[in-house]
T-cell receptor, first 114, second 114 residues
């Protein structure tokens, strides 16, 4: 079984809809991240969390919110989806021992906003 | 974090060694070199990292020049499943304050052919 899972794997939604992307991990890591990937732009950090009570904005947090429901779960919400949020979204984890450079990624969620 | 330069693409015959170069001429003394790869539309996968000594694990070897201005990732016996985009990333290992992000850049598309 995968250590980092994401649901759904694919999602089509309409402009203005609220959607939630979920991430779960069994690695026991306390640090979790949400990235989006766009062609030609690499991965950009949306939000990150160092533990259940610690949430931090990344470089492109506008239009997104997150919830860290438990150590193993980190959800990303688009409150009112817009077409330029169409992207591939990745969740990742890391721990203190491995350091912030060693991150483990989920399989991704492909989101299309019409 | 220091920037990196990688060739956009490389080819390698199956069973041969794949040597992927990376230039990081502005690397600082406390910055590590990380390598990740991303198979088409899957989540990035951590491969290896190092500071100044050569490193080896079950996936690959990392050779860092003595002046640390460049490095080479070596896949000793490339297989078709190693076809992916390979990213060389330089960052401070312990810097949790830099938003936790990994700057993936454009990477090198490695194609392994039969």
């Amino acid at each position: 079984d995968a250590d980092v899972t994401q649901t759904p794997r694919n999602r089509i939604t309409k402009t203005g809809k609220r959607i939630m992307l979920e991430c779960s991990q069994t690695k026991g890591h306390d640090r979790m991240y949400w990235y989006r990937q766009d062609p030609g732009l690499g991965l950009r950090l949306i939000y990150y969390s160092f533990d259940v009570k610690d949430i931090n904005k990344g470089e492109i947090s506008d239009g997104y919110s997150v919830s860290r429901q438990a150590q193993a779960k980190f959800s990303l919400s688009l409150e009112s989806a817009i077409p330029n949020q169409t992207a591939l979204y990745f969740c990742a984890t890391s721990d203190l021992a491995g350091g912030p450079g060693t991150q483990y990624f989920g399989p991704g969620t492909r989101l299309l906003v019409l | 974090d220091a920037k990196t330069t990688q060739p956009p693409s490389m080819d390698c015959a199956e069973g041969r060694a794949a040597n992927l170069p990376c230039n990081h001429s502005t690397i600082s003394g406390n910055e590590y070199v990380y390598w990740y790869r991303q198979i088409h539309s899957q989540g990035p996968q951590y491969i290896i990292h190092g500071l100044k000594n050569n490193e080896t694990n079950e996936m690959a070897s990392l050779i860092i020049t003595e002046d640390r201005k460049s490095s080479t990732l070596i896949l000793p016996h490339a297989t078709l499943r190693d076809t992916a985009v390979y990213y060389c990333i330089v960052r401070v290992q312990t810097s949790w304050s830099t938003l936790g992000r990994l700057y993936f850049g454009r990477g090198t598309q490695l194609t392994v052919w039969p």
